[in-house]
């Protein structure tokens, strides 16, 4: 198993080892579990498509708030370049998927978010509305699980080619993607070491329920949920 933040110091690394248990749950989960061993059904995987093209409408929309936010313009290169990343790239991930369960990308979209992925956007935005360092914090489990997922696969069991969800597995595990977890993470390090106690429980409060989000996320794809009242209305 790959570790999440074993020797590593600052305040993220100290929030990555103490949720390492919601890490593991991420990997754990009989969606992510389906697209490793490639039973994951058609209708799931467009289910996970179609709200994780939504939700990342909703990230890039973060990403705005944190341009607001920027003090400099390190911090304004890094959202910069993160839009760019979700915007012109991350694309290629869901056409992996679209190709898998035959259907093109702009069939997959839809125009509502189920339940818990409006929950995350809900989360996300409202951070926004508190400080940088809170936004970063529940900014950041998104990019950092796939990545260490997307790697520790890699290790594990070395997707080929005929993998059905190849692509997708390959485009998480991109060297680029680990480049760019390391650069919120040093920065985020930074807003920490001079963040007071109180915002200091915000950001690792709001890091927190974003590894639950994540989690919940694949539960919903899995699930297939929608609003149907639970009673079926
Ligand atoms: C819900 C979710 N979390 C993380 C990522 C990785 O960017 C994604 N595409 N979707």
Request: aromatic share 12%; charged share 20%; hydrophobic share 40%.
């Amino acid at each position: 198993m790959l570790p999440v933040a074993i020797d590593e110091t600052g305040f993220t690394a100290d929030l990555g080892r103490r949720h390492a248990d919601l890490f593991e749950a991420f990997y754990r989960h009989p969606f992510l579990g389906g697209m490793r061993d490639g039973t994951l059904g058609r209708e799931q995987v467009l289910h996970y498509v179609g709200q994780d093209h939504a939700y990342l409408t909703a990230y890039v929309r973060c990403y705005g708030l944190g341009l607001t936010l920027s003090p400099d313009r390190e911090w304004m290169r890094f959202f910069h370049d993160s839009v760019a990343y979700t915007l012109g790239e991350e694309g290629q991930a869901h056409e992996a998927l679209c190709a898998f369960a035959g259907t093109a990308y702009e069939d997959a979209q839809v125009d509502r978010l189920a339940p818990s992925a409006q929950a995350y956007v809900d989360h996300m935005s409202a951070a926004g509305r508190d400080t940088l360092g809170v936004l970063v914090a529940a900014l950041l489990p998104c990019p950092w699980t796939y990545g260490w997922a997307a790697r520790r696969f890699a290790a594990e069991a070395a997707p080929g080619e005929d993998h059905p969800f190849h692509g997708w597995w390959s485009f998480y595990a991109e060297p680029s993607g680990g480049e760019a977890v390391a650069t919120m993470r040093s920065l985020l390090d930074g807003l920490a070491a001079g963040a007071g106690p109180a915002e200091r429980e915000r950001m690792e409060r709001a890091f927190e329920v974003s590894c639950h989000h994540e989690i919940r996320f694949w539960e919903m794809a899995w699930s297939l949920e929608d609003w149907t009242p639970p009673n079926g209305g």
